[in-house]
Structure formats: structure tokens, C-alpha cells
């Protein structure tokens, strides 16, 4: 009686699920060619997706192969409407093809107690169903050399990362060659996700949405590509600014939830995340109060000479080689000056640390207070310095690096940050 109820319940779970799916291939089909019968709908998806439970059943309860069986006969049986299809109404009908094999699969999750995972596969494939013009629109947006570069660059990365070496070499181990390929990896591709958001959104909106993303990926990344920009596009130098302040805003609240995390599981609890999290919101101040005064430039129209059509591909691979070397630099500096004033405190390693890795000197200085080796008046005053460089190295990568447009706004905003962290760091 129990595995009848298993079954029964399973059955009704993906039958529904089927049915969602074939509602919209149904609706989908209807809609683009109304004189013609649609090749599935509800009925028949809910059949499939039943068919996979059963299929499921009879592997588990008689022979392990059924269910294998059952997708083979399902991708024949498709194969021969497809082909037909194809040759009656010169359209094969892929995608429903495609979804029902899908629906054949997300009736075995579900009778196998994944019905959560086949509720967002289920969900996810409505989610792409639905976008298909949006999707067909934004790949028109994009040239054949767009998709060339990237597919190269995609190669070179998965050829290229893998096989470095994970190993430090050089005057103070400052030369790791997977962590300065990985910097190639991450500027290149946040160039490439702000070009990609610029085709979507346009130039203003585009760049915004950059450097909110950027901000959780690498603030200082995001510096790095968008001072690149500036300098190819000064006209663009205020958004490219703008992004760079949204990306440092948000690193200051993913410190607060770094520090947070390493609370929550610590036996210190959440001492150091109120003790810095006030001063981490006065450090965000400036670049709130950038943001908001420049927010209605997003209503603008584009500059002259660097509308989103404009644009060039950032994924150069010389470009973000140099950049590789300057980073490999920095570290390298940064080593030097630890080695050179290490014995100074806390406060020395969190300033050279927080030049290059804030998330690391955060996490550490964070474990530090919650084993008690430091207190938490310390571990802020740590943390707010650590801000404090991060921001000052940015501002000078930005004032070196970015066109003239774009250096006075980050002057004022990082500068600003940078000064209210020594304040806050003097008041802490």
C-alpha cells in the first residue's frame, strides 16, 4: 500500500509538471502559426512525464534498465514525429522535441525523491521557454566578430588556466601564475559582462549594472576595466566612475557579510560585525552619495561617438596581459612591504593586505577575533583600514589608468572614503 501511495504521488507531481510544459508549448505553437495543429499539448506532456515515473517504477521494482529503455523508445518515437513534421510543415519542432525529452526525465527525478530539483528544472525550462524572442532580440544585438572573440578567448582560458602552475615563484613567492592568469580571466571577462550589458541595456544602465556585479565579484577588477574604458571612451567617464563607486559601495557590504558569516559560526557570535558594521556604512557614504547625485544621468542620452552600437569588444588579450603584469607588480610591492614593516602590528598587515585582498585580510582578521588572539575594538580598527587602503589603491589605479573625465569624480569619492577611514580608524 505505501509504494502504491509513493507511486501515485509521484505521478500526480509530474503529471503536473508535464502539463505546465505543455501548456506553454501548446499556447507557444498556437500563437506563432494559429491554422496549424500543435504537436503536443498538456495532455501529452502530462502522458510523458507520467511515463517517466512508471518507466522509473518498473527499473527499481523489475529490471534496472526499463527506465533506459524508456528514454530510447522516447527519443525514437520523437525522432520519427520530428522527421515528419519536418518534412510536412518544413519546421521540425526541435525545441518541443527537446522538452519533451525533459519532461520524460523530470518524471524519473521526481519518482526517485529529487522533486524539488525537478520543480526548478521545471521552472527554469518555462522561464527559457518564455524568453525565446528576448533571447533571439539580444543575439541580433551582437556581430559575428562579438561571438569570434569570445569563443577565443573562452578557448585560451580553458586551455590556458588549468594547465599554469598553482605555485609561488619569485622574490617573496609574489609571482603565483594561476592567481595572475586568474586576474587575466576576471578583468577580461567583467570588460566583457559591461560590453554584454551596454548591447542589453544600453550605455548608461549598462554600465551601472557593471559595476553592481563587479562589486561583488572584485571592486578592483571592476576598477581596472572600467578606467580602460574611460580612456578609450572619455566622454564615458562620469558612468564608468559611477560604476566604480557602486563596485567599492558594495565591497564594503561584503566585508559586513564576510565578517558576519565567520560570527555566526564562530563562538565570538556577531561582536565584530556590530562593532565595524557602523563604520563600514559611514565608509559608504561618499559613493551612496555619488551614486544618488548621478543617477539621473541613466536618463541621458548616449554621448556622442560611444553609443552601445560603438563599443568595441573588450576581450584583447594584450590588454589584459598588461594588466596581469601590473597586478603581478602590485602583489609583489605588496609582499615587500609587509616583509619591510610586518613587525609593526595588525594594523601594518591589514593596510598592505587590504592593497590587493580585502575579502582575505577581512576572513582573517574576522577568525582572529572570534580565537580571541585579537579584540574586537582591534579587529575594527583592522578592518576599517583595510577599507581604507583597498579604496586608496583604487583611487590610484583609476587616477592612472582613466581618462581625465573620470578621475576628479573617483578623486572625490575614494578620496572621501579614504579619509573618512582614517577618521573612523582614529575614532574606532
Known amino acids: 500500500m505505501q509504494v502504491m501511495t509513493e507511486l501515485l504521488k509521484a505521478l500526480l507531481v509530474s503529471a503536473s509538471l508535464g502539463a505546465l510544459l505543455g501548456l506553454e508549448r501548446q499556447w507557444s505553437e498556437e500563437r506563432e502559426n494559429p491554422a496549424a495543429d500543435s504537436m503536443a499539448g498538456a495532455r501529452t506532456f502530462a502522458l510523458w512525464a507520467g511515463m517517466g515515473t512508471l518507466c522509473a517504477w518498473f527499473s527499481r521494482e523489475q529490471h534496472p534498465w526499463f527506465f533506459l529503455a524508456g528514454f530510447a523508445g522516447m527519443v525514437a518515437f520523437l525522432s520519427f514525429f520530428l522527421v515528419r513534421r519536418a518534412t510536412r510543415n518544413h519546421d521540425a519542432g526541435l525545441t518541443t522535441g527537446a522538452v519533451g525529452l525533459v519532461t520524460y526525465l523530470l ?33 541580433r544585438k551582437f556581430t559575428r566578430t562579438d561571438v569570434r572573440q569570445a569563443l577565443q578567448f573562452a578557448a585560451v582560458t580553458g586551455i ?22 586568474s586576474m587575466v580571466v576576471l578583468v577580461s571577462g567583467l570588460g566583457f559582462l559591461g560590453y554584454v550589458a551596454v548591447r542589453v541595456f544600453g550605455e548608461d544602465r549598462g554600465i ?14 571592476t576598477t581596472l576595466a572600467m578606467s580602460r574604458r574611460s580612456r578609450e571612451f572619455p566622454d564615458t567617464g562620469s558612468l564608468c566612475a559611477l560604476a566604480v563607486a557602486l563596485a567599492c559601495t558594495v565591497m564594503l557590504g561584503r566585508i ?19 562593532g565595524v558594521g557602523p ?24 554621448p556622442a561617438g560611444a553609443s552601445g552600437q560603438d563599443v568595441r569588444n573588450p576581450l584583447s588579450l594584450r590588454i589584459a596581459v598588461q594588466f596581469a603584469i601590473l597586478y603581478a607588480l602590485i602583489v609583489l610591492a605588496v609582499r615587500w612591504a609587509n616583509d619591510a614593516f610586518g613587525g609593526a602590528g595588525v594594523y601594518w598587515a591589514s593596510f598592505f593586505s587590504g592593497l590587493t585582498d580585502i575579502d582575505a585580510i577581512a576572513l582573517s582578521v574576522s577568525q582572529l577575533q572570534q580565537s580571541g588572539k585579537i579584540g574586537t575594538a582591534e579587529a575594527t580598527r583592522a578592518l576599517v ?13 583609476a587616477a592612472s589608468l582613466g581618462s581625465s573625465t573620470m578621475r576628479k569624480p573617483i578623486a572625490l569619492v575614494l578620496g572621501g572614503t579614504v579619509a573618512l577611514a582614517a577618521l573612523c580608524a582614529w575614532l574606532a
Open 279 to 302: 563604520w563600514l556604512a559611514v565608509l559608504a557614504l561618499p559613493g551612496i552619495f555619488f551614486a544618488a547625485k548621478s543617477w539621473h544621468q541613466l536618463s541621458r542620452p548616449h
Open 160 to 181: 590556458v588556466l588549468p594547465l599554469v602552475p598553482d605555485q609561488p615563484y619569485g622574490p617573496y613567492g609574489a609571482f603565483n601564475p594561476f592567481l595572475i592568469w
Open 107 to 139: 518524471g524519473g527525478l521526481v519518482f526517485y525523491g529529487h522533486g524539488r530539483a525537478a520543480v526548478i528544472i521545471a521552472i527554469t525550462t518555462l522561464l527559457l521557454l518564455a524568453s525565446k524572442e528576448w533571447l533571439h532580440a539580444l543575439s
Open 385 to 397: 583600514v583595510a577599507a581604507g587602503a583597498n579604496s586608496l589603491l583604487k583611487a590610484a589605479m
Open 208 to 221: 551601472a549594472f557593471t559595476g553592481i556585479l563587479g562589486g561583488l565579484a572584485s571592486s578592483t577588477a
Open 256 to 274: 559586513a557579510v564576510l565578517v558576519g558569516a565567520v560570527g555566526v559560526s564562530g563562538p565570538g557570535g556577531l561582536e565584530l560585525l556590530r
